[in-house]
């Protein structure tokens, strides 16, 4: 049975990158590029019209950044998956915690941006490998982190998951049938179990221990039909 191709908005303000990143997408049969925009508000209007399966968007853009089109696509709740792009390590983390799916420096290969697409597509996340080890020095600091997700009580574990897909404490109250104060409390239990102070650090674990994590997001009880719709993305 033949798929369709990944649709992708593609938007960064340097011409030559722009160029040559829609070019090499155009080279792949299971993509095909819809829109190719200079500024992050042509890019939102594209994403808003056109509703691609994957947006990818330069992080530093006049206007609208990148991280801003990510916040309007998450207030709006529009499907797209974001992958951002960026010439700065420090940006990366920061962009996932938002809500990105996928995180690349602008120096990654062309080989590297196609396997992050597809894999965002089929609904994985995709952070580089380098930054993972030099955040958790690889499996070591892995084994131990996954260990320590797996002191926290699945409702912990859930929360964990959300926050670190760019959900706020109130959207994923909503999906849990918690209040905003609730969450709070989970949150301030959660750092304390891990021994991290934000959101970011947070999610710069949960990266790495998704396999913990999964699990979780299904394992409370089967949610009514309202619930059931909440989590539609």
């Known amino acids: ?105 602008k120096e990654a290969t062309p080989p590297e941006l196609v396997d992050c697409i597809r894999r965002v597509a089929a609904g994985g996340h995709w952070l580089p490998s380098d930054l993972i080890d030099a955040t958790l020095e690889r499996d070591s600091r892995r084994s131990a982190s996954q260990r320590m997700f797996e002191s926290l009580t699945k409702r912990e574990q859930q929360i964990v998951m959300m926050v670190s897909d760019g959900r706020s404490n109130k959207d994923v109250g909503r999906r849990l049938d918690l209040s905003e104060g609730t969450v709070k409390v989970h949150l301030h239990n959660i750092y304390r179990k891990l021994s991290v102070n934000n959101r970011t650090a947070l999610t710069a674990m949960a990266v790495t221990s998704r396999e913990v994590l999964q699990p979780a997001v299904y394992s409370v009880h089967q949610p009514s039909r309202q619930r059931a719709e909440n989590w539609a993305i």
């Open 1 to 105: 049975m033949k798929h369709s191709p990944i649709s992708i908005v593609v938007a960064c303000d340097q011409p030559t990158f722009l160029h040559d990143i829609t070019a090499i997408l155009k080279s792949n049969s299971d993509m095909t590029v819809v829109a190719s925009c200079s500024d992050g508000t042509a890019a939102l209007q594209a994403i808003s019209l056109l509703t691609p399966t994957v947006a990818v968007l330069d992080c530093l853009m006049p206007g609208l950044t990148g991280l801003d089109v990510l916040a309007r696509i998450s207030e709006d709740r529009f499907a797209t998956k974001v992958i951002l792009l960026t010439a700065s390590y420090r940006e990366l983390i920061t962009a996932f915690a938002r809500g990105a799916k996928g995180v690349l420096l």
